[in-house]
């Protein structure tokens, strides 16, 4: 087991260097030349080639490449165009929001998800299982800004019961910073408003978030059992007298996530480019609204280091879900070798 | 005479199919003593999975509410799907492949299913078990339990459910033609094992299978199937040796070990939604005659113990078998 998790930390390594590579090159092929915007519209050529000198821009691109990869491995991403603030402190103080924001969002979508689809599986073509495949549809095919609107309107608006907008309420302000994560800081500095205020602001935007994951697991949680169901050990199971209740809620479901926890893998890409759109309309201060002002700004420097640390988070995601797969079928870690 | 373990009674079995209503069983009656072991034979299709399917209480959605009654300990245990009877029906089934689910370790598997229908605590169930390995000769009983199915090979896991079928102390074991997914020489194992088990715990055995030769080794008696009814049932031995009804003679007379040249049975097994009428061999049968009954005629008992179901059975017509 140990081996096997070495491994797959060591074949997510390629996969990463790839990206940095990628981003390199990605950042050199765009049309635009970063020394001219740094400078702007009435730059002098002597300005533009001090800028290009400053940047290292005026070197070979291959030198130019491998002084990437080595700020990028010790973590040096620059200075923000934009603030003129160091990229990588302007990172580490966003990535805890969303990361909050995309966690909340797949617990939600798991701890909802999974019980819909099996009780769906279990009433199969029933009242309930409609239901379910019309919430799986309706999640994915509701637009997130629409959704997000929605409940602003009715929660925050008429209802007044959560907050439009925002991580935090001013008037009782941030817990001391120990991990960034609001609701983790706040019990640390055991301060009960502070984190029953960070979930109100949550809600809303976790909700939002959530839908379309929710819907992808629900559906794959369904369409797993009901294929359990069909396996002979579970007919084995019955005539030798298991508990009806045990039977489908852990040995028929156990075999079930098998294929959900592989589509938590791939949903967490979805919820981080999702977290833009819902970062910008619940003015939620994470790395989605950063890099849609970086975009705005062309802020190249920050683009670059929110995909790669966007990269590595999702890299280390999967690498979590491998290990969880191996957890639940001890097949797939000898398979695997 | 104490009475027997199992006793099934005119048992119907009919299921919705897009091609119709199949009748997969029509009034079978099997019965099993306590100690007794009774073997069912008959080719694919012929409704003998589904017999065990009903005396199981799983048999699949589509089907009707059985007619009939199985009497488990004098129980009938049609109506309630045998609730009632789990735990006190070992069930050893076909495939040991696919049986055990994959992603539980087999011991914790067996353990559940004693959790609900053994009683004692989960050291003595633990132990139990322990002992269970060890008559089936599994290798390394410790380490069996911890390990999951697919680091067993296909005679060990069949010897694991054979060990899980006994793990409650059962009153009757059904078997599935448990040795036909394993290859030859396991095959012999297993049925050695089965034998040996039967004797020494007194085990009462129903068996299903499609092999004369495993149903020889194992079964005292046998009930021959038809496209889902009886077609002959008694003594293994006297049932080998004398076979009364047509059907039965032509299958013996399939067995490579018997067969002077193998012709095989002209025809298939109807489908279970097209029955013919009358005699439901009739179609295939050697020695059909204007005589033969218009319903599908009953059992006849017979001297020693058998019953067979055709008024033109060897005994009766003594030139039938030979012409």
Partial sequence: ?337 | MSPPVLQVEGLVVRMRTEGGVAEILDDVAITVPRGGTVGVVGESGCGKSTLLRAILGILPKGAETPRGSILFEGRDILADHAESARGRIGFVPQDPYLSLNPVFRAGDQILEIMRRHAPGSRADHRRRILDLFRAVQLPDPEAALRKFPHQFSGGQRQRLLIAAALACDPALVVADEPTTALDVTTQREILALLRGLVVERGLSLLFVTHDFGVLASVCAEVTVLYAGRVAENGPTRAVLDTPQHPYTRMLLACHPDRATDLTGIPGTVPAATAQPSGCRFHPRCPIIRSGCPVEPPPLEALPGGRAVACPWHADAIPEAVHG
Avoid: C
């Fill in chain 1, 1 to 337: 087991m140990a081996l096997y998790v070495l491994r797959r930390l060591l074949l997510a390594l390629p996969a990463l260097f790839g990206l940095v590579i990628l981003t390199f090159v990605l950042s050199r092929v765009v049309p635009g030349d970063p020394a001219a915007t740094l400078a702007g519209d009435a730059a002098t050529p002597a300005q533009l080639a001090e800028i290009r000198a400053q940047y290292g821009l005026d070197r070979p691109i291959m030198e130019q490449a491998v002084i990437h990869v080595r700020q990028v491995l010790t973590g040096d991403f620059g200075r923000s165009i934009f603030s003129g603030r160091p990229v990588t402190e302007e990172i580490a103080q966003r990535l805890p929001a969303t990361l909050e924001l995309t966690f909340a969002a797949l617990l939600l979508a798991v701890l909802l998800g999974v019980p819909l689809g099996l009780v769906a599986a279990l009433n199969h073509n029933g009242p309930v299982d409609h239901l379910v495949r019309l919430l799986s549809v309706g999640g994915l095919a509701i637009a997130s800004f629409w959704l997000a609107i929605m409940l602003q309107l009715v929660f925050s608006m008429d209802l007044d019961v959560l907050p439009l907008r925002g991580r935090v309420d001013v008037a009782i302000g941030l817990p001391p910073r120990v991990t960034g994560f609001l609701l983790v800081d706040s019990l640390v500095a055991g301060r009960l408003d502070m984190f029953g205020d960070a979930l109100r602001h949550l809600a809303l935007p976790a909700i939002t978030l959530s839908l379309p994951g929710l819907a992808t697991i629900a559906r794959f949680t369904r369409s797993g059992v009901l294929e359990t169901l069909q396996k002979d050990f579970v007919l084995y199971a019955r005539a030798a007298g298991y508990g009806r209740v045990r039977l489908a809620a852990i040995y028929v479901l156990r075999n079930a996530v098998t294929l959900v926890v592989t589509q938590v893998g791939l949903l967490f890409g979805a919820l981080i480019s999702g977290a833009v759109a819902v970062e910008a309309i619940f003015d939620w201060p994470g790395l989605g609204t950063y890099a849609v002002q970086a975009i705005l700004s062309s802020d190249y420097k920050a683009l670059l280091a929110v995909t790669l640390v966007v990269g590595v988070v999702y890299a280390v995601v999967n690498v979590l879900v491998d290990v969880a797969q191996a957890l639940i079928d001890p097949r797939v870690a000898e398979d695997a070798g």
